[in-house]
């Protein structure tokens, strides 16, 4: 089965900058969608960015937009989010997910199969 390890999340003040990595363990890290979930306390899972196995990349509805971007490194078997323009309301915990390169629906979590332990986001105002 697939591993994942989120790492890169810290305290920032609002208006600095992250790079969150997920590294990934398994044998077959290219061919899976990976996405990037957050979830703040008393809100629900939010989908932030997914990159599929073929490089298509899809970004969340709210403020993720124009300010974060994911990539990915196959040959590091490594996901990134470089998030700039930090803002108080991107505090949460951030989850690394990967899925199925079948699945077309990847700002669904149900559309993801593996899901890292998450790494805490602290923004300060």
């Known amino acids: 089965q697939v591993q994942l390890v989120e790492s890169g999340g810290g305290l920032v003040q609002a208006g600095g900058s992250l790079r969150l990595s997920c590294a990934a363990s398994g044998r077959t890290f290219s061919n899976k969608n990976m996405g990037w979930f957050r979830q703040a306390p008393g809100k629900e899972r939010e989908f932030v960015a997914a990159i599929s196995w073929s490089g298509g990349i899809t970004y969340g509805t709210g403020s993720v937009k124009g300010r974060f971007t994911v990539s990915r490194d196959n040959a590091k078997n490594t996901v990134y989010l470089q998030m700039n323009s930090l803002k108080p309301e991107d505090t949460a915990v951030y989850y690394c997910?990967?899925?199925?390169?079948?699945?077309?629906?990847?700002?669904?979590?149900?559309?993801?199969?593996?899901w890292g332990q998450g790494t805490q986001v602290t923004v300060s105002s």
């Open positions: 997910a990967a899925g199925s390169r079948f699945q077309l629906y990847r700002d669904y979590p149900t559309s993801y199969d593996y």
